[in-house]
């Protein structure tokens, strides 16, 4: 039996789980990947995301 493992990619930068680590994220029924280094602009500006995650624009910044 073989198996394939697909290298998993941040869904903004696009780096691999091979150069840094990365963040499973479940959203709207997906699962993506984000980077440690763009995890900020999830939490403080996801509309920078629109295109990339689905639902995006609906996700609302983190107040500090």
């Given at each position: 039996?073989?198996?394939?493992?697909?290298?998993?990619?941040?869904?903004n930068c696009n780096?691999?789980?091979?150069?840094i680590p990365?963040?499973?994220l479940n959203f709207t029924g997906?699962?993506?990947?984000?980077?440690s280094r763009c995890l900020p602009i999830l939490i403080h500006?996801?509309?920078k995301l629109v295109g990339k995650?689905?639902?995006a624009d609906k996700i609302p910044s983190g107040n500090h």
């Open positions: 039996m073989s198996q394939t493992n697909e290298v998993k990619h941040c869904l780096v691999t789980e091979n150069e990365l963040i499973n997906r699962k993506e990947f984000i980077c500006s996801p509309q995650l689905d639902g």
